[in-house]
């Protein structure tokens, strides 16, 4: 069963439909076809890239901390 909602190009009443995992505007006046709802997977090389860029963030931030550690201590001896 399809819902309706107004076509955000035209105005007039357009069907929303269930594909899968997603939903779909569709206007019979104009013919637009709009993906309203879709479900997107994270996939295990992203989990993995945004892993690394946090470790790498942090051993970064370690360094910096570091060495303004260093220059303070230098400045007060």
């Given at each position: ?30 013919g ?23 470790i ?6 370690a ?15």
């Amino acid at each position: 069963m399809a819902r309706k909602e107004p076509c955000p190009n035209c105005g007039e009443m357009a069907e929303i439909v269930s594909e899968g995992d997603r939903e779909i505007l569709r206007c019979a006046k104009c013919g637009i076809e709009r993906v309203i709802v879709g479900k997107e997977e994270i996939l295990p090389v992203e989990k993995k890239l945004v892993a690394g860029s946090i470790i790498l963030a942090i051993i970064l931030l370690a360094i910096l901390y570091y060495i303004s550690w260093q220059m303070i201590a230098h400045v007060y001896t």
